[in-house]
């Protein structure tokens, strides 16, 4: 079976752990024929927006993956809200693709889908949904112009042609359904998920990890990660660690990128010894961090890293909005006007010494059996 993910409304970036690379791994795994057709967006190695050539290449998640142009009609940084692009429908007649997953529902390309699909019927056709208030229409030109009167008037033309509105999150759902306007019968809750290691991988990569970074077993271990600005609240998980001064078998670890504050942050970091910053890290050696430590830490605004902590047995703490509510049940704590962080942090430390720590770290792995597992949702997509 051929499966083709296009990734025209967001970007499609090699080695990473994001949802469409994710699927597209399991996709290839289960041996059928996969394809990526992307924008020319990606990350450079410091983890920072910039673009590549078009063309065609093999991927790092075993998919040959064609990057098309977009159109010079209008000025580029205009045609990146259009998302119009050249060579489309002659890829698509030349793929012939039996299965069609269009990442997003933010896209002029989105016709030339419908197109296709008229064309021809067979194909089966779904698209996915990462879009909330959280992350989209967040001014008035954004919310009325951009997304209700153009993004929405195409999706609204393609539901005659597709399977399912594959939803991220409730938020989502909330988004596609009241303001996009996507009748009920099309959604469906498709959260993003991560890659669940065997127990004799999880405390290999646990122990080699850990052995890295000097980490002893006796010392319980956080870690923040991200493109941080101010809505990641990194700044603020600092001063409450500074708050928490009396716990000192305690390490917090931050991986990622500063987007605002560096100097400030830095400067924070430089006054406390049990907190390290690590840079930016690779899809793999994030992975390799989740296995090492005891709780994942998210204060702010939401990342798909979350689910991966979870994969990857780690207890949580996460702010109390809508989308995280089926992730943490039993297996850490909800960030609210009840419970701040400083508090949170003394409660898991109890927990650590008490050794109860690991069940709420068992839950985890339950949620992610049951949630989260990539190669059960790249399944969903067959059926």
């Known amino acids: 079976m051929k499966i083709l993910h296009c990734c025209l409304s ?3 970036i090699d080695n990473y752990n994001y949802q469409e690379n994710m699927l597209v791994r399991e996709h290839v795994k289960l041996g059928h024929d996969v394809r990526v057709l992307a924008s020319t967006e990606t990350y450079n190695s410091d983890g920072l927006f910039t673009y590549t050539d078009a063309g065609s290449y093999m991927g790092s998640d075993g998919a040959l993956v064609t990057r098309v142009p977009y159109k010079k009609i209008l000025p580029h940084k205009i045609m990146t809200k259009i998302r119009s692009y050249k060579g ?3 890829f698509l007649e030349k793929e012939k693709p039996d299965i069609i ?3 997003g529902l933010c896209a002029y390309e989105l016709f030339t889908i419908i197109r296709y699909k008229k064309n021809n019927p067979d194909v089966k056709l779904f698209l996915d949904s990462h879009e909330d208030f959280n992350n989209s229409a967040q ?3 954004s919310k009325y112009i951009l997304h209700y009167a153009f993004y929405r008037r195409i999706f609204l033309k393609a539901l005659p042609f597709i399977e399912k509105v594959l939803c991220i999150s409730s938020e989502t759902i909330n988004f596609v359904r009241d303001f996009y306007s996507c009748p009920e019968k099309f959604i469906e809750y498709f959260p993003l998920g991560g890659v669940i290691p065997s127990d004799d991988e999880y405390l290999k990569k646990r122990n080699q990890t850990r052995k890295q970074y000097n980490l002893d077993e006796n010392t319980l271990v956080f870690l923040q990660t991200g493109k941080f600005d101010k809505k990641k609240k990194l700044k603020e998980s600092i001063l409450a660690i500074k708050q928490v001064s009396y716990l000192t078998n305690i390490t917090f670890l931050i991986a990622g990128v500063f987007l605002e504050e560096e100097k400030e942050i830095l400067e924070l970091i430089s006054q406390d010894t049990r907190i390290e910053y ?3 890290k690779s899809a793999a050696d994030l992975y390799d961090l989740l296995c090492a430590i005891d709780i994942y830490l998210q204060p702010g605004s939401q990342s798909a890293t979350l689910q991966n902590s979870i994969c990857c047995r780690c207890a949580v703490i996460v702010d109390d909005v809508i989308s995280h509510k089926p992730f943490v049940k039993n297996n850490g704590w909800l960030l609210n006007e009840s ?4 508090e949170v942090l003394a409660q898991a430390m109890q927990k650590f010494e008490k050794n109860t720590l690991q069940i709420m770290k068992n839950e985890s792995l339950k ?3 049951d949630l989260l597992d990539y190669s059960k949702q790249a399944q969903r997509l067959l059926k």
Request: net charge positive; no cysteine.
């Open 278 to 280: 690590l840079g930016w």
């Open 88 to 90: 489309v429908y002659k």
């Open 339 to 342: 419970s701040s962080l400083s």
């Open 10 to 12: 967001n970007f499609y």
């Open 367 to 369: 949620i992610a059996y």
């Open 101 to 103: 997953l269009f990442h």
């Open 139 to 141: 001014n008035i030109l």
